[in-house]
């Protein structure tokens, strides 16, 4: 690599023709064509601002050097952040800042600020969010799986509806190891909505060989709205629900979310929906009419 002499006795890399004023100039010339070949895109973008701000403070060339690298690693850090977000195809914008905590008071904030350290996507645990609908599943799950995408994990969301209409096609097809492979790939997947509509008799089996490819390898996030106690009815099958359990469990932390729906709770507030009767805190999993798909932004 070419390196700098002292500004003192000349700012030309060696290894370079004799630093003649009319090379120099035709180097600054180039300088932009030489950007782009090193691919410093933030460097080449904002080169005149750079200098400027570098002048401005008086920076000394080694200075000025570290200042455009750190602009360069920063816009390149930004590009890696959003094309990470968008592959993780996350269905909406959540963050832990905005989840309410008061709103939902069988949720310890400590156990979900330690998930938001992602040690357990490092090893490879995975985690359950058990509960009734509008509790906030979903909320949660996009906002651990951007701190994951944040860490430099891999991640992937999918609805179990999608994840599963996908398996069984790909074994119609002959497809389906290069299905396997595909969801076995992201270091954190993220499986949203299990059990809120009925299962084709096959996907049981094909789950199991999913979560089998994952175990102790990438980590599985899952949210549902019937506890683990009844996946048997989920999968239509005690063997395969215990087998999928066996494996999803044995390293995982599961997260059970009672009380009301934040969505219906927000329309009562609004005086839409009167209280039910009897709703507490521990209403029963199923106790509220199943979401529309939730896609708002
Ligand atoms: P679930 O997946 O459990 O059905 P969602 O995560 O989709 O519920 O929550 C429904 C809506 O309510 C979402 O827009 C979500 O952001 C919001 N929400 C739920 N719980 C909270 C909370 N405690 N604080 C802030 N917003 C919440
Ligand atoms: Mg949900």
Not at 50 to 74: G, H, K, Y
Not at 193 to 210: K, R
Request: charged share 25%; hydrophobic share 40%; glycine share 8%.
């Amino acid at each position: 690599m070419a390196r700098s002499k002292p500004a003192a006795t000349m700012a030309v890399p060696t290894g370079l023709p004799a630093a003649e004023a009319a090379d120099i100039a035709r180097l600054v010339e180039d300088l932009d064509a030489m950007l782009s070949r090193l691919r410093l895109g933030a460097i080449r973008e904002q080169l005149d601002a750079l200098l400027d701000e570098a002048a401005r403070r008086q920076l000394n060339l080694r200075e000025a050097l570290a200042w455009l690298c750190a602009a360069e690693v920063a816009s390149k850090e930004q590009r890696r952040l959003s094309m990470a977000m968008t592959i993780a195809r996350f269905p909406f914008v959540r963050t832990l800042e905005g989840f309410e905590f008061e709103a939902q008071p069988s949720i310890d904030p400590g156990k979900i600020r330690d998930l938001a350290t992602c040690r357990w996507v490092a090893n490879g645990d995975n985690v359950v969010l058990q509960g009734p609908p509008g509790v906030g599943k979903t909320h949660l799950e996009v906002a651990l799986g951007r701190e994951a995408v944040a860490r430099g994990y891999t991640v992937q969301f999918i609805t179990a509806m999608e994840l599963l209409g996908s398996l069984v096609k790909g074994q119609q097809q002959g497809t389906l190891d290069v299905r396997l492979a595909q969801y076995s790939k992201p270091k954190l997947l993220i499986v949203d909505e299990l059990g809120y509509l009925p299962l084709e008799p096959q996907a049981g089996h094909l789950f199991f060989q999913l979560i089998s490819r994952r175990y102790e390898q990438g980590s599985v996030l899952i949210s549902s709205n019937r506890p683990v106690e009844e996946w048997d009815e989920v999968f239509g099958d005690q063997v395969v629900a215990s087998a999928i359990l066996d494996r999803l469990l044995h390293h995982s932390h599961v997260v059970t979310i009672r009380g009301d729906s934040y969505r219906l709770r927000e329309k009562r507030g609004s005086g839409l929906f009167r209280p039910q009767a009897g709703s507490s805190s521990s209403s029963a999993i199923g106790g509220m009419p199943p979401p529309t798909p939730a896609k708002e932004a």
